[in-house]
C-alpha cells in the first residue's frame, strides 16, 4: 500500500506529513491487512509534538488528505525485489546455455540408466495417462518425461530454477510448469482431476529444509489412488549403496516414514538393478501404488521387484 499526501511546501508541513506517513505504517501493520482506507489518520502523536513546540498548527494541517493506494509494503516490496532478480538470473542462466546447468547430474533422474527404463517401462505397463512431477529444479527430468507426448506438469517453488525451466520447456506444448508449493499445487490439481486417468507422480520437491512428502503422499492416496508414485532420494532399505536424504528424526526418507504417514494400503517396489550395476548419482527410489491392478502390471517389470 502507498499513502499520498499532497506536497506542502514548508519544511513544518513535511514533517506532519512524514509523521502521518509513519503513523500509518504502524497502524497498517498492526491491522494486518493488505488494503486498507484511511479514515481516521491517528491524531494525537503530532498534536503532542505542536504543543510541546509551540508551533501552532494551521487549520487542517492536523488531518491532511491521505489517498490510499494498492503496493506492496516495505517487506514485500523487497521480497518482490528479490524474486524478480532470481527471475532474471534464471533467464540469464538459460541464455547462458551451460551444459552444467541443463544437466545438474548427468541426465534425468540424477543420470541413472537403470532407473530411466523401469520408470520408461513403467509408464507403458500401467499404460499411464498423464505425469506430474514436484520439484522441477532445472527441468532435466521434466524434459526427459516431455518426450514420452503425455500432458506432463511439474511444480517448482524456487524463482529461478523456475524461470530457467519455463524457458527451457517452453519447446514441449505438452508440459506445464507451475511456480509455487508442492501441496496447495497438488490439492488444487488433483481437486478436479479426472480419476479414470491413471496418473505417474514423480515426488522429488524435497530438498534443503523443505520435506512436504508426507502430505504429498496423503493427498496423492486420497484424491488420486489410480496412480504410480515414484519417489527419488529414497532408502533401499537392503541396498546401502543406494543415497537417501535424511533430515533429522521423522525426516528420512524411508519406508518407516511412509508407514507412519497413515496412508491406507499400498503396493511397493524397490529397484532390482543392484547400486553397484546403476548409473550416475545412485540416488535410491521407491515405487508406491494403492491400486492392486496397477501394482499386477508393474510385476511384470523385471527392474523392479517387490518389497
Ligand atoms: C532435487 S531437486 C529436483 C530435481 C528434478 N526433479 C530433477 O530430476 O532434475 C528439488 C527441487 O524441489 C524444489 N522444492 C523444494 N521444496 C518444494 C516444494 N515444497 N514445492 C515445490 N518444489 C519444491 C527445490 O527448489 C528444488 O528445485
Known amino acids: 500500500m502507498r499513502i499520498e499526501v499532497a506536497k506542502p511546501a514548508t519544511r513544518l508541513a513535511r514533517a506532519v506529513r512524514s509523521r502521518v506517513i509513519r503513523a500509518e505504517a504502524v497502524h497498517r501493520a498492526e491491522s494486518n491487512h493488505h488494503l486498507i482506507r484511511i479514515s481516521k489518520p491517528p491524531r494525537a502523536p503530532y498534536i503532542a509534538r505542536f504543543k510541546r513546540s509551540a508551533v501552532k498548527a494551521p487549520a487542517g494541517w492536523a488531518n491532511p488528505p491521505i489517498r490510499a493506494m494498492p503496493s506492496a509494503t516495505g517487506p514485500d516490496r523487497m521480497q518482490n525485489l528479490r524474486k524478480n532478480i532470481r527471475t532474471l538470473i534464471g533467464i540469464a542462466d538459460h541464455k547462458s546455455r551451460d551444459h552444467r546447468k541443463f544437466y545438474p547430474w ?175 548419482a545412485r540416488s535410491g527410489w521407491i515405487v508406491l501404488t494403492p491400486d492392486p491392478a496397477i501394482a499386477e502390471r508393474l510385476r511384470t517389470i523385471p527392474l523392479l521387484r517387490t518389497i
Open 106 to 280: 548427468g541426465f534425468a533422474m540424477n543420470g541413472q540408466t537403470s532407473r530411466l527404463e523401469a520408470v520408461r517401462q513403467m509408464i507403458f505397463a500401467a499404460e499411464i495417462a498423464r505425469i506430474i512431477e514436484t520439484g522441477t529444479y532445472r527441468g532435466t527430468t521434466t524434459e526427459w518425461f516431455a518426450q514420452f507426448g503425455l500432458p506432463v506438469e511439474t511444480v517448482e517453488t524456487d524463482e529461478r530454477v523456475f524461470a530457467f525451466s519455463k524457458a527451457r520447456l517452453s519447446r514441449f506444448p505438452n508440459v506445464a510448469i507451475h511456480l509455487g508449493s508442492s501441496v496447495p499445487f497438488l490439492r488444487s490439481r488433483l481437486a478436479d482431476a479426472n480419476i479414470n486417468d491413471r496418473v505417474l507422480f514423480y515426488l522429488d520437491a524435497h530438498w534443503e529444509n523443505s520435506l512436504p512428502l508426507r502430505e504429498e503422499l496423503q493427498i496423492i492416496f486420497t484424491h488420486h489412488p489410480n496412480s504410480v508414485i515414484v519417489i527419488d532420494d529414497f532408502q533401499v532399505r537392503d541396498d546401502n549403496g543406494y543415497h537417501y536424504d535424511d533430515y533429522g528424526p521423522d525426516r528420512a526418507l524411508t519406508l518407516d516414514y511412509v508407514e507412519r504417514s497413515n496412508l491406507p494400503a499400498y503396493h511397493a517396489f524397490y529397484p532390482a538393478t543392484p547400486s553397484e550395476q546403476e548409473t550416475g
